[in-house]
């Protein structure tokens, strides 16, 4: 039983930072001045995907032209 809860934990530990994301306070007017170029759109369930990227780095970017856009840096390992 203690193998058992043992590998439970680990397992819920792993797969924890396998998800993660970065959720960042920028903009996409920042993220286009910066360097990072808009390479997929998706349109779903009344939400708009954009994703930018650089040479090394990765945004998504979630929302709708009325309420915003919300983005998170995917890229793992990167500097930011």
Known sequence: MKKFLGNLVLGFLFVGNAYATR?????????????????HTVFTNNLLYLIFENEDDIYSCEGTNNKGYVCSYLTDGGTR
Request: aromatic content about 18%; cysteine-free; charged content about 25%.
């Open 23 to 39: 959720w960042v306070y920028t903009t996409i007017t920042e993220l286009v001045d910066d360097g990072y170029k808009l390479t």
